[in-house]
Nanobody
Framework: QVMLVESGGGLVQPGGSLRLSCAAS????????MGWYRQAPGKERELAAT???????NYTDSVKGRFAISRDNAKNMVHLQMNSVKLEDTGVYYC????????????WGQGTQVTVSS
């Protein structure tokens, strides 16, 4: 059974930092594209950052230069370092694991709440 368990969410002031972590189990982690998605209240879920098995990263424009995604294939972990957070970064952050081959597999975590407020 595949499980993605997020941690590290919470309340942070504007301009502050937060580090999200996702622990993966039940899958061959090293072959999956990993990502962080977020959903603000009343809005659609959107991509924040992704990282390929070989470490290539991609960010949505609104977080470029502020967020950093990383992965540890030895520990089956993916992290999202959030710096200089803004009010609009508030939302539920979801960990995603995606494998696309002859058969595709797509898994989601339960999400962790991030609230940016003064």
């Amino acid at each position: 059974q595949v499980m993605l368990v997020e941690s590290g969410g919470g309340l942070v002031q504007p301009g502050g930092s937060l580090r999200l972590s996702c622990a993966a189990s039940g899958l061959t982690f090293s072959i999956y594209n990993m990502g962080w998605y977020r959903q603000a209240p009343g809005k659609e879920r959107e991509l924040a950052a992704t990282i390929t098995p070989d470490g290539t990263t991609n960010y949505t424009d609104s977080v470029k230069g502020r967020f950093a995604i990383s992965r540890d294939n030895a520990k089956n972990m993916v992290h999202l370092q959030m710096n200089s957070v803004k009010l609009e970064d508030t939302g539920v952050y979801y960990c995603n694991a995606l494998y696309t081959g002859s058969v595709s597999y797509n898994y989601w975590g339960q999400g962790t709440q991030v609230t940016v407020s003064s």
